[in-house]
């Protein structure tokens, strides 16, 4: 199971892949959408090359057998390659199960493993397991101090012009998740 070691921030495993700090697996659990996408942005963004695409796959939707067969396929160039899996929990066949925590245990050294729950439930024993075996981060909609760092730096980022008193009074009327403040 998931041992409580200390767990880094998204800021700071974002500042390790933007210095070439990339793990091969990461389990991101918690649900905050903006921060899965900045996340996965930020990790394309540097390990892919500008013709490799990061793969999706959504175990409500996809079979895990495709996913099993994209984290098994080698290519003969090397390419790189960033594979998102959403709906973890969905993959319900016990050596399923059983088969991507091997994988997590020895990984494809061209891939990066991107494994998404909206849950953040470690004393589940499959979740526990993914975050154990991989580089665990915690994405739940953040305090509503920390709310506000991101939205100062998202402001700050894309150079709108706005108020602190204007930010607060957007995380006290949208601020159950970042996307919605940022989309008010």
Request: hydrophobic fraction near 35%; aromatic fraction near 14%; charge should be positive.
């Amino acid at each position: 199971m998931y041992n409580n070691k200390k767990q880094p921030s998204i800021g700071q495993v974002i500042r390790r892949i933007r210095s070439n700090e990339i793990s091969l697996k990461y389990s991101l659990f918690g649900g905050e959408s903006f921060l899965e996408d900045y996340f996965i942005f930020e990790l394309s963004k540097k390990f892919l090359s500008h013709n490799q695409q990061t793969s999706y796959f959504s175990m409500d939707q996809d079979s895990d057998e495709k996913l099993f067969r994209e984290l098994s396929a080698i290519s003969l160039f090397e390419d790189k390659r960033v594979i998102v899996v959403r709906e973890i929990k969905k993959l319900k066949s016990k050596s399923s199960r059983e088969d991507l925590i091997e994988y997590l245990k020895s990984p494809n050294p061209s891939t990066v493993l991107v494994i998404i729950s909206k849950e953040y439930d470690l004393r589940n024993k499959f979740l526990g397991n993914i975050a154990k075996f991989s580089d665990f981060l915690d994405l739940r909609t953040p305090f509503q101090q920390k709310m506000k760092e991101w939205i100062k730096y998202i402001v700050k980022y894309k150079r709108i012009k706005i108020t602190d008193e204007v930010i607060d009074n957007y995380i006290n009327y949208y601020g159950d998740s970042i996307s919605h403040v940022l989309n008010e």
